[in-house]
């Protein structure tokens, strides 16, 4: 069974940082492209960042870009997103994703078939 978990939310002052963790169980990461969503209440989700398959490529909403920074270790079947400078406007749950893609990039939009059940983010003083 194909497995997506967030970890590393929490709350958080703004100008801080948090670092969330996608571990994936079930299958293998190094095929997938892998996007970060968020959602935060009353407002539609949004595809904040995403990495290729092999690491090489990646993608920023203008919302986060220069702020927030993903990468992933396919052996220890982990990826990451380095949140910095938070602010309360990134008060959201966080959300991980799979899409198959042998090769080439990703996006921030369709195509993701497997989700993690989400990590809270709160950014407040």
């Known amino acids: 069974q194909k497995q997506l978990v967030e970890s590393g939310g929490g709350l958080v002052q703004p100008g801080g940082s948090l670092r969330l963790s996608c571990g994936v169980s079930?299958?293998?990461?190094?095929?997938?492209?892998i996007g970060w969503f968020r959602q935060a209440p009353g407002k539609e989700r949004e595809g904040i960042s995403c990495?290729?398959?092999?690491?090489?490529?990646?993608d920023y909403a203008d919302s986060v870009k220069g702020r927030f920074t993903i990468s992933r270790d396919n052996n220890q079947k982990l990826v990451f997103l380095q949140m910095d400078n938070l602010q309360p406007e990134d008060t959201a749950v966080y959300y991980c994703?799979?899409?198959?893609?042998?090769?080439?990039?990703?996006?921030?939009?369709?195509?993701?078939?497997?989700w993690g059940q989400g990590t809270q983010v709160t950014v407040s003083s």
């Open positions: 994703a799979a899409m198959l893609k042998f090769a080439g990039g990703c996006n921030l939009g369709l195509g993701y078939n497997y």
């Open positions: 079930g299958f293998n990461l190094d095929w997938y492209a």
């Open positions: 990495i290729s398959p092999s690491g090489d490529m990646s």
